[in-house]
Structure formats: structure tokens, C-alpha cells
């Protein structure tokens, strides 16, 4: 059965870092499409950056030149580098299948950004 565990969120200020980590099993990250996500109080899930097969990265515009979407093959771990946060990006950050795996939402890792 396919799981993800992640881990790596807490608070920072405005402009600090996190990195966010995701242990994948059932499934194998360099094979499969894989994605961040995040869902803030009263909103929807959103997609955040997500990685194809083939190490093709993309990212929701809010977050594009401060977020970066990586993973380690041999650990079968997906990481997301997060830098100059900001308070809008205060959610609890989810990981899955780029096509998205139902059964296989995690806890998250919450994220809040606050001076």
C-alpha cells in the first residue's frame, strides 16, 4: 500500500527557510509524477510543485523562484526547499502522486509563517 510520511515543518519568520521532506512507500518516486501540496485554513487543497518522471519540475506561480521540488532516488524521498516564505504560505503541506493517490494522504507537515 502506497504511503507518505512528512516531516520538516515548523515555525519561521518572514523571510526564512524550511525544507520540507516526504518518505515515500508503495510506490517509486523515480518512477512516479510526484507532487507537493498544501491546504490553508478555509481553502482548498492546492498543487505547489510537483516533479515528473524525468526530473521536469513545475510550480503554482505564487511560489516560483522561492520553492524547489527535488527528490533522492536512493532514499525514495521527495524534498520541497522552501526560501523567502511569506505569511500566505502558512498550510499544512501534504505530498502525493502527481496523480493523485486518495488512499494515500498523509498527516502533512504544518507550516506557519509569522514574525
Known amino acids: 500500500q502506497v504511503q507518505f510520511v512528512e516531516s520538516g515543518g515548523g515555525l519561521v519568520q518572514p523571510g526564512g527557510s524550511l525544507r520540507l521532506s516526504c518518505a515515500a512507500s508503495?510506490?517509486?518516486?523515480?518512477?512516479?509524477?510526484m507532487a507537493w501540496y498544501r491546504q490553508a485554513p478555509g481553502k482548498q487543497r492546492e498543487l505547489v510543485a510537483a516533479?515528473?518522471?524525468?526530473?521536469?519540475?513545475n510550480y503554482v506561480d505564487s511560489v516560483k523562484g522561492r520553492f524547489t521540488i527535488s527528490r533522492d532516488d536512493a532514499k525514495n524521498t521527495v524534498y520541497l526547499q522552501m526560501n523567502s516564505l511569506k505569511p500566505e504560505d502558512t498550510a499544512v503541506y501534504y505530498c502525493?502522486?502527481?496523480?493523485?493517490?486518495?488512499?494515500?494522504w498523509g498527516q502533512g507537515t504544518q507550516v506557519t509563517v509569522s514574525s
Open positions: 508503495g510506490i517509486i518516486v523515480r518512477i512516479a509524477a
Open positions: 502525493n502522486a502527481r496523480t493523485v493517490v486518495a488512499s494515500a
Open positions: 516533479i515528473s518522471s524525468i526530473g521536469i519540475t
